[in-house]
């Protein structure tokens, strides 16, 4: 499976963008699939998950303002982003888990196997 992210850009603060992840040469439909997000000198983090089992999840610092969805018909999943603040200023990635993962392990970097190849998101005060 192959991701490709896209959709950032530079907004200001209160502003939002609507980010793309499609997937190709193989399907997600039933793959949880992840946004996760990297800001300079700090560790990857996910902040949005969308999983059969549960629906979806997101980080406390984000919950309210972004919305995860996905069309299966496209292959495709979408971060709403909202109300976006400064400190969301990061590169977003998408990922794939490709296979069952516990519930628990929804928010390890490691257990996604297919990752895009990510998206700037700035956004200025």
């Known amino acids: 499976v192959q991701l490709q992210a896209s959709g950032g850009g530079l907004v200001q603060a209160g502003g939002f963008l609507r980010l793309s992840c499609a997937a190709s040469?193989?399907?997600?439909?039933?793959?949880?699939v992840s946004w996760f997000r990297q800001a300079p000198g700090k560790e990857r983090e996910v902040v949005a998950v969308?999983?059969?089992?549960?629906?979806?999840y997101y980080d406390e610092s984000v919950k309210g303002r972004f919305i995860i969805s996905r069309d299966n018909a496209k292959n495709t999943v979408f971060l709403q982003m909202n109300n976006l603040k400064p400190e969301d200023t990061a590169i977003y990635y998408c990922?794939?888990?490709?296979?069952?993962?516990?519930?628990?392990?929804?928010?390890?970097?490691?257990?996604?196997?297919?990752w895009g190849q990510g998206t700037l998101v700035t956004v200025s005060s």
């Open positions: 040469r193989g399907t997600i439909s039933t793959s949880t």
């Open positions: 990922a794939a888990a490709g296979s069952p993962i516990y519930y628990w392990d929804i928010a390890s970097v490691r257990s996604y196997k297919y």
């Open positions: 969308s999983r059969e089992e549960i629906g979806t």
